[in-house]
């Protein structure tokens, strides 16, 4: 396939990953009357009986036994596992507790984390540019706590928690599709527990429950794997640099759906702190610009 061609594939799905975990949280809203914790046991279980398939249909079922025999990647893939459940079940109750914004914060948040943890568990170094972009993003988030007494406890869980997931997952070297049934298998046992055992609301006994509602709760394994998938197609059709640019997409759409759909308050704290990281994400990419341009002259 020509270069340009799978440039122009790589866009659009990267332009699609993003644009479905943007706007994920309608999806999330919808089931406002189930509990987080069930949510997130519906989004384990149907997402590995999917992902199931699509390694059955792609024949993928010996990588993923080799890593299951394996120590080393089981171990990082047992704490990537635990990462991700922690990272969606506070992405789960901040949608549906209102704190939609929050999350927003802590996607855009994510980036400017990444490279601090490069730097400090890879050897990456920082430039001079980057450094500034931190700092101010430090400073945003430092101003919000001293001036206004606020701590954004759910936008640096998010952000922390995806970043190390991130950063872990790089070690484990393995593809998005197997890495992420076998992290789903590890949490199905948990999930399967408090969902079959442990649960006792109005909602958790799925015989009870309208079809529609039921139909939501087993589309939790589409929206989980589909904009991964999306998202790993573009990632091999396109430069990490290039990719880059497309992560905002989704903190944007959550932005907007938070205030103008929701309705969420955009308060004098969250406004100081946005404006704070929204300047050191735009010094951050034109120093990934400029540096991307040195390197093709």
Same mark, same amino acid.
């Given at each position: 396939?020509?270069?340009?061609?799978?440039?122009?594939?790589?866009?659009?799905?990267?332009?699609?990953?993003?644009?479905?975990?943007?706007?994920?949280?309608?999806?999330?809203?919808?089931?406002?009357?189930?509990?987080?914790?069930?949510?997130?046991?519906?989004? %384990? %279980?149907?997402?590995?009986?999917?992902?199931?398939?699509?390694?059955?249909?792609?024949?993928?079922?010996?990588?993923?036994?080799?890593?299951?025999?394996?120590?080393?990647?089981?171990?990082?893939?047992? *704490?990537?596992?635990?990462?991700?459940?922690?990272?969606?079940?506070?992405?789960?109750?901040?949608?549906?507790?209102?704190?939609?914004?929050?999350?927003?914060?802590?996607?855009?948040?994510?980036?400017?984390?990444?490279?601090?943890?490069?730097?400090?568990?890879?050897?990456?170094?920082?430039?001079?540019?980057?450094?500034?972009?931190?700092?101010?993003?430090?400073?945003?988030?430092?101003?919000?706590?001293?001036?206004?007494?606020?701590?954004?406890?759910?936008?640096?869980?998010?952000?922390?928690?995806?970043?190390?997931?991130?950063?872990?997952?790089?070690?484990?070297?393995?593809?998005?599709?197997?890495?992420?049934?076998?992290?789903?298998?590890?949490?199905?046992?948990?999930?399967?527990?408090?969902?079959?055992?442990?649960?006792?609301?109005?909602?958790?006994?799925?015989?009870?429950?309208?079809?529609?509602?039921?139909?939501?709760?087993? *589309?939790?394994?589409?929206?989980?794997?589909?904009?991964?998938?999306?998202?790993?197609?573009?990632?091999?059709?396109?430069?990490?640099?290039?990719?880059?640019?497309?992560?905002?997409?989704?903190?944007?759409?959550?932005?907007?759906?938070?205030?103008?759909?929701?309705?969420?308050?955009?308060?004098?704290?969250?406004?100081?702190?946005?404006?704070? %990281?929204?300047?050191?994400?735009?010094?951050?990419?034109?120093?990934?610009?400029?540096?991307?341009?040195?390197?093709?002259?």
């Amino acid at each position: 396939m020509p270069e340009q061609q799978q440039s122009k594939q790589g866009i659009l799905l990267a332009i699609s990953a993003y644009t479905m975990w943007g706007i994920a949280p309608i999806y999330f809203k919808a089931l406002s009357a189930v509990t987080p914790l069930e949510i997130l046991s519906h989004r %384990i %279980i149907w997402s590995v009986l999917l992902l199931a398939v699509l390694i059955q249909l792609s024949k993928g079922w010996r990588k993923v036994s080799k890593v299951l025999v394996s120590k080393t990647k089981m171990t990082y893939l047992i *704490c990537t596992a635990l990462l991700v459940g922690v990272n969606w079940l506070i992405f789960i109750w901040a949608v549906n507790a209102d704190h939609m914004l929050d999350a927003s914060l802590g996607y855009y948040i994510n980036p400017l984390l990444n490279v601090i943890l490069g730097m400090l568990f890879l050897g990456e170094r920082l430039r001079k540019l980057q450094w500034f972009a931190v700092a101010l993003a430090a400073t945003g988030v430092i101003i919000q706590v001293v001036a206004f007494g606020s701590i954004p406890v759910v936008a640096l869980a998010l952000a922390t928690s995806f970043g190390l997931y991130g950063l872990l997952r790089k070690k484990v070297s393995l593809d998005a599709q197997s890495g992420l049934f076998i992290e789903t298998l590890l949490m199905v046992p948990v999930a399967a527990l408090y969902l079959f055992f442990i649960a006792d609301t109005p909602t958790s006994h799925m015989g009870d429950n309208p079809m529609h509602l039921n139909l939501l709760l087993v *589309c939790a394994g589409i929206v989980t794997t589909l904009p991964l998938l999306c998202f790993t197609g573009a990632a091999t059709r396109l430069k990490l640099s290039t990719l880059g640019f497309f992560q905002y997409i989704g903190p944007s759409l959550m932005f907007i759906l938070a205030v103008m759909v929701y309705g969420e308050p955009l308060t004098t704290d969250k406004t100081m702190t946005f404006a704070f %990281i929204w300047t050191a994400l735009v010094i951050f990419s034109l120093d990934g610009l400029r540096t991307r341009r040195k390197h093709t002259i």
